[in-house]
């Protein structure tokens, strides 16, 4: 299979994306070859896959944008560990559909306090990156101003990413700007409790997200990733995971990532149900925001 370079695969089922190493530059971005290669590479490390990776590049020369999807398939699971990740699909389904039939209600009585709250949309919507660096639109209450800027999220980011350590509220690690003025004041609300994660339920019934699993990450984000953050990415993202009910053990960033890819390498049903009831005192006791 001919790639940009005009190389080829350097192990089946796999194409060497290496960056700058002889040959002009790549048609598309630094951070997304770098996400790509990090996958790849940590699946191949992992497991002798039976089917190769497929890579599919569009152009829109309208708007200058370049979109990359990867696929790749991994030999099947154990049986034991492919009933709990059925089960856990159940549990998705289960959860998902309970949660809009019984908070239906709080679902419009919060979208009317957000719309009176501040102008602007009830639900804020934004490209996240789920499950094999596949893009999906994440849905949330509207916690800030509208048309807020997002540099001092992607500021934070940065140095978090870079080893900065967190900010500690309530011995906790907080991983977003302390009081930050973007955020209305029915978003802090929204945000200690949680209650502005509610609409992913959606995202939960469209598979997009599952209720436990890593903190679905935003498209940026990719690009200030180490290479070995990148396996994280081999689950569904979750509303609630690991590091948020042990966000006391969490110093930095780093920390965060190695919570999730132990939630990964230790994934049962039993250990889903476990966070989700470890996430009720959390949102109880107010510890609930990123």
Do not use: C
Request: glycine share 8%.
């Amino acid at each position: 299979m001919a790639i940009p370079d005009g190389k080829e695969p350097a192990a089946a089922g796999f194409v060497d994306l290496s960056i700058g190493r002889g040959g002009g530059p790549h048609p598309f971005g630094r951070g997304q070859l770098a996400h790509i290669a990090a996958y790849t590479a940590t699946l191949r490390a992992k497991h002798k896959t039976r089917e190769g990776a497929r890579i599919r590049m569009q152009s829109r020369s309208s708007k200058l944008e370049r979109s990359i999807s990867l696929e790749a398939q991994a030999p099947a699971a154990a049986p034991g560990r492919r009933l709990h990740y059925w089960l856990k699909d159940i549990l998705d389904l289960i959860i998902g559909v309970v949660a809009l039939v019984v908070f239906s209600p709080v679902l419009l009585i919060v979208a009317l306090a957000v719309k009176l709250d501040s102008p602007g949309p009830a639900i804020f919507k934004q490209k996240r990156i789920g499950k094999d660096g596949n893009e999906f639109t994440v849905w949330k209450f509207r916690s800030m101003y509208v048309n807020a800027d997002d540099r001092p999220h992607r500021e934070a980011m940065k140095k978090l990413v870079e080893g900065e350590p967190a900010a500690r509220v309530n011995g906790q690690g907080f991983f977003k700007p302390v009081d930050d003025p973007r955020v209305t004041r029915l978003g802090k609300f929204l945000r200690a409790t949680g209650l502005d994660e509610l609409p992913q339920v959606f995202n939960i019934l469209r598979r997009e997200m599952s209720v436990v699993g890593p903190r679905p990450a935003i498209p940026y984000e990719l690009e200030l990733y180490k290479e070995w953050h990148h396996r994280r990415l081999a689950v569904r993202p979750g509303v609630t995971g690991l590091w948020q009910v042990r966000r006391h053990d969490t110093q930095n960033f780093d920390d965060v990532i190695r919570l999730d890819l132990e939630y990964i390498d230790s994934f049962s049903i039993w250990l889903d149900l476990k966070i989700i009831l470890l996430t009720f005192p959390m949102i109880l006791f107010r510890r609930w925001t990123f």
